[in-house]
């Protein structure tokens, strides 16, 4: 690396610190209803007027030791945190796709699935606003074919009139629809059990915005990664509670559930036993093992004492900074 694409780097990384740092302001004044530009920066607690001194990202929170100088209460974590992930992120993105369009394409919408997925985490709220911009960005990065990636065209017929648009721009439609279509399918899943939604319309917002962006394929991976998440994180958690509240019979089956479906989707088990009747024994055996966790979870969800929530939509924006990075754009 020569000193100046060192210097770059730094400039990079400082400059996504301070939007991070807008970010927090963004997420904050959202909640409060207050404009975003005008009104200068004040302590959340005491509401006294910040010096700029006290408002330098990440250095004022260690330098006053995470706590106001005036009123002495304490800064939430969530600031420092909030600037140094958008720092990671977009000097990553800077990194991988260097000075581009596509690269502040991706840094807006990292920074939107920034905003909504700690407005998610702290507030569970997530502002529609949010999503239709991430939407309508994605739509016009895939019009222009921005990433660059997909190089074909496709012509249309539409009545009569000859169109000729790049395939990313369908893949984006596509998503967009796919997106919400899916989560509402997933969402309305518990509605057979209980008259109660899995999580909210937000989730699904954020999975149509993303789908624009990203496009079609990119959504599936990054469904498929919000799922495998969510069951990663989820289900030690659950378990765990599940024993505490010694509700063993509902462990049980979920451990039953969990390794005859390894062996039957993973194992060897269709080499060893071959597809006779014993297959499908397990097969039906693991159906209606499922339906009573299900049934047991969803219960429990409803009368609000078991059931774990983690908000689905910051698992969706993990999956989209997962497609960023490792499947790439
Ligand atoms: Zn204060």
Redesign the pocket.
Known sequence: MSAIEITLLVWVFVMAICLGSFLNVVILRGFSGESIVLPPS???????KLAPWDNIPVISFLALKG???????K?SIQYPLVELFTALIVTGIYLKYGFSWNTLFLTAAAALCIVMAVCDIKERVIFDVHAYILGVLGLVYNFFNIAGSNHTKITLFLAGIKITIWQSFIYAILGLIVGVVVMEILARIPQIFIKKRAFGEGDSYIAGALGAFFGITNLILIIGFGLVFQVVIILPMFLYKLIKEKNYKLVTALVLFILLFSLIAFGNYYDALGDGWFYWFAVALLASIGYYCCRALMIGAKEGKSLTYLPFGPALILGAFFVMFLAGV
């Not at 004040?42 to 006294?48: A, D, I, R, V």
């Not at 706590?67 to 209460?73: F, L, M, P, T, V």
């Open positions: 004040k302590c959340p607690h005491c509401g006294h706590k106001c100088r005036y009123c002495k209460e800064i």
